[in-house]
């Protein structure tokens, strides 16, 4: 199979990578060019002007770009250049109406759209451990099964298009709840005076814990956040989840407060951090800026 890959960003590079590596990577575009004339020139893999061009030179297009907006917008651009049978798999986190949207959009081309969207971070990406959560036709998810592998470790069919962004967006959710528990237990245990680093150690291997725990509170305790899942992008893909609960007529107790906590975070330019930052806000519930305890 001939893959063609779209949208070079912190994630899409890595898996463009792990792509050659199996011997699938037919060409690469990008939106700026210079990250796919670089790629191009590392790899031997031609870097096309137009998404058009790269989708008439390939079997399967694998796109991981922004938005929702951003999905529909490339794949419109791909589908004049798409032949019947080709599968796009978009790996972006998106709303399940969009990809259903992007699905219409190829259907009359007698091409396939599969949501595919994946966690496991830029780790993943790069180690090619991602678990990559699909929705679509059975009989594409079964042909794209080796591109899918080549760049996860778990990959499922969920059901039809949409199905693989409504398992994201599970996902997402239990983060935010588990971010905002760690995060606020980490502030509860400095505020106590206990060595931080040894209750990351014990309470670790106990059954409060989660990747999360293990990986990112030893963020709180160095004051750093380095980018590794960004607020920003995790205040999008929780703006998601709000939408789709509220089809059900329904508010999220754990969405709603971690959007406002992220509203704040990005108010105060953190917006770029990991999700570990929300400890700022816990650790001022114990020691307030202003002096007056947060609420
Ligand atoms: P990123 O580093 O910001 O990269 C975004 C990529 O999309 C860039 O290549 C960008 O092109 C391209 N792009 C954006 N809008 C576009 C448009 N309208 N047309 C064409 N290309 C466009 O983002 P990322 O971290 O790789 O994330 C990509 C997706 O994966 C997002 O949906 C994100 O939620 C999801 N995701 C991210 C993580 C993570 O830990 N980072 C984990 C799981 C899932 P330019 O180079 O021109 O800007």
């Not at 237990?185 to 005076?193: I, P, T, V, Y």
């Not at 917006?271 to 400890?279: H, L």
Request: one cysteine or more; proline letters at 5%.
């Amino acid at each position: 199979m001939r893959v063609g890959f779209v949208g070079l960003g912190a994630m899409g590079e890595h898996m463009a990578r792990n792509l050659h590596k199996a011997g699938l990577l037919s060409a690469v575009w990008n939106r700026t060019p210079g990250k796919a004339q670089s790629l191009s020139a590392e790899l031997g893999v031609p870097a096309t002007a137009t998404l058009a061009e790269l989708a008439a030179r390939v079997d399967a297009v694998v796109s991981c770009v922004s938005a929702d907006a951003d999905v529909l917008e490339v794949t419109n651009a791909l589908a004049p250049g798409l032949a019947a049978g080709a599968v796009v798999i978009d790996c972006s986190t998106v709303a399940a109406d969009t990809a259903r949207r992007a699905a219409d959009v190829l259907r009359p081309a007698g091409a396939v759209f599969l949501d595919c969207p994946v966690s496991g971070g830029v780790e993943g990406a790069r180690d090619g451990t991602l678990a990559v959560m699909c929705g679509g036709d059975p009989e594409a998810f079964e042909r794209a099964r080796p591109v899918l592998q080549a760049m996860g470790r778990t990959v499922t069919l969920f059901g039809p298009v949409g199905s693989g962004q409504a398992a994201k967006a599970t996902n997402q959710i239990m983060c935010a709840g588990i971010i905002e528990a760690v995060a606020e237990a980490m502030a509860f245990a400095r505020a106590q005076g206990l060595p931080l680093e040894k209750l990351i150690d014990t309470l670790g291997k106990g059954a409060g814990s989660s990747w999360y725990f293990v990986h990112r509170a030893p963020n709180m305790v160095r004051g750093a956040y380095p980018a590794g899942f960004r607020v920003r992008l995790h205040a999008k893909d929780l703006t998601i989840c709000r939408d789709m609960a509220a089809r059900f007529g329904v508010s999220l107790p754990v969405v709603e407060r971690m959007l406002g906590e992220y509203a704040e975070l990005i108010a105060r330019g953190h917006g770029d951090e990991d999700i570990s930052a929300t400890f700022r806000l816990k650790a001022e519930l114990f020691e307030p800026a202003d002096g007056k305890p947060r609420s």
